[in-house]
């Protein structure tokens, strides 16, 4: 976000209207083709109304973490915002009455302590609360239920329809938001619309659609755990591509966000079958 011209709210109203664009494209052309009805017949009320919900935590979600770069330092906005597996373990808990286990709770507590070792050990300050500290958590905790209401949604529509449809309601709030921010809407110059073209690409189509396929399948509060596996290809990425060396915490950090998530995903024993957690 701190290489974006124009206001970090407007950068992310950009790009899901960018991307909205790209995905309504591929989602007509593939209506006319199979002559479907743009919504399910079987889809509830309730559905389209979390529709609207989904749209407006998707856009908070976005403007608290892209605002939090710019008040707080990197690692203390990723660590921070990286509490979503727990808020999405409960909101999962209260809307759909999943067991949260104690094979899960280990499973996180490992991840989210790799995480940390990871992205925050020896960068972090949290001994005086920042104003992007508190943006980034706000974010983690949109994250986490709106991952819940996007697995809710799966089960009633494509992957393209909730991404194309969670986009196009999602960019006109964050277009407000900044507004009323009083921040710089238009992007000015070649630099500034190929940053935000390359986050848009990037992380709202090929990220997000990949994203939105695998809600599917899993259940919400893995789904929320294994996006910490990010910073983990992040630290790979910056050193097969820039040389950025990886110490022996690291590397072991990254080994405990992995084996928190494995530890977390596997069947739970007959005993926590039985209690729960």
Not at 178 to 201: K, M, N, R, S, Y
Request: charged share 10%; with cysteine; hydrophobic share 60%.
């Amino acid at each position: 976000m701190r290489f974006s011209e124009v206001g970090p709210v407007a950068t992310g109203a950009w790009r899901l209207g960018l991307a909205a664009i790209v995905f309504w494209g591929v989602y007509i052309v593939l209506q006319r083709r199979s002559r479907a009805p743009i919504v399910p017949s079987a889809a509830p009320p309730l559905a389209l109304a979390l529709f609207m919900v989904a749209g407006v935590g998707l856009a908070f979600n976005l403007a608290l973490w892209q605002a939090s770069v710019m008040y707080t330092s990197i690692a203390n906005a990723a660590l921070l915002s990286n509490v979503h597996p727990i808020f999405a373990a409960i909101a999962a808990w209260i809307a759909f009455s999943d067991r949260i286990t104690r094979r899960f709770v280990a499973g996180t507590a490992l991840a989210l302590a790799g995480t940390y070792a990871l992205v925050g050990l020896g960068t972090t300050d949290l001994s005086a609360i920042r104003l992007g500290d508190i943006l980034a958590l706000g974010s983690g905790v949109f994250l986490g239920v709106w991952i819940v209401l996007m697995t809710y949604l799966r089960s009633y529509f494509t992957t393209l329809q909730v991404i194309t449809f969670n986009h196009t309601l999602a960019c006109p709030v964050m277009f407000l938001m900044a507004t009323v921010l009083g921040e710089t809407i238009e992007p000015q110059t070649a630099d500034a619309w190929l940053v935000i073209i390359a986050f848009t690409l990037l992380v709202n189509i090929a990220g997000q659609t990949a994203f939105m396929f695998a809600m599917g399948r899993l259940k919400a509060s893995f789904t929320s755990l294994a996006m910490l596996t990010a910073p983990v290809f992040a630290a790979l990425l910056g050193w097969l591509i820039f040389g950025e060396a990886m110490t022996v915490v690291q590397i072991g950090a990254g080994v405990a966000v992995l084996a928190g998530i494995a530890l977390a995903q596997r069947p739970a024993g007959r005993g926590e079958r039985a209690q729960g957690a």
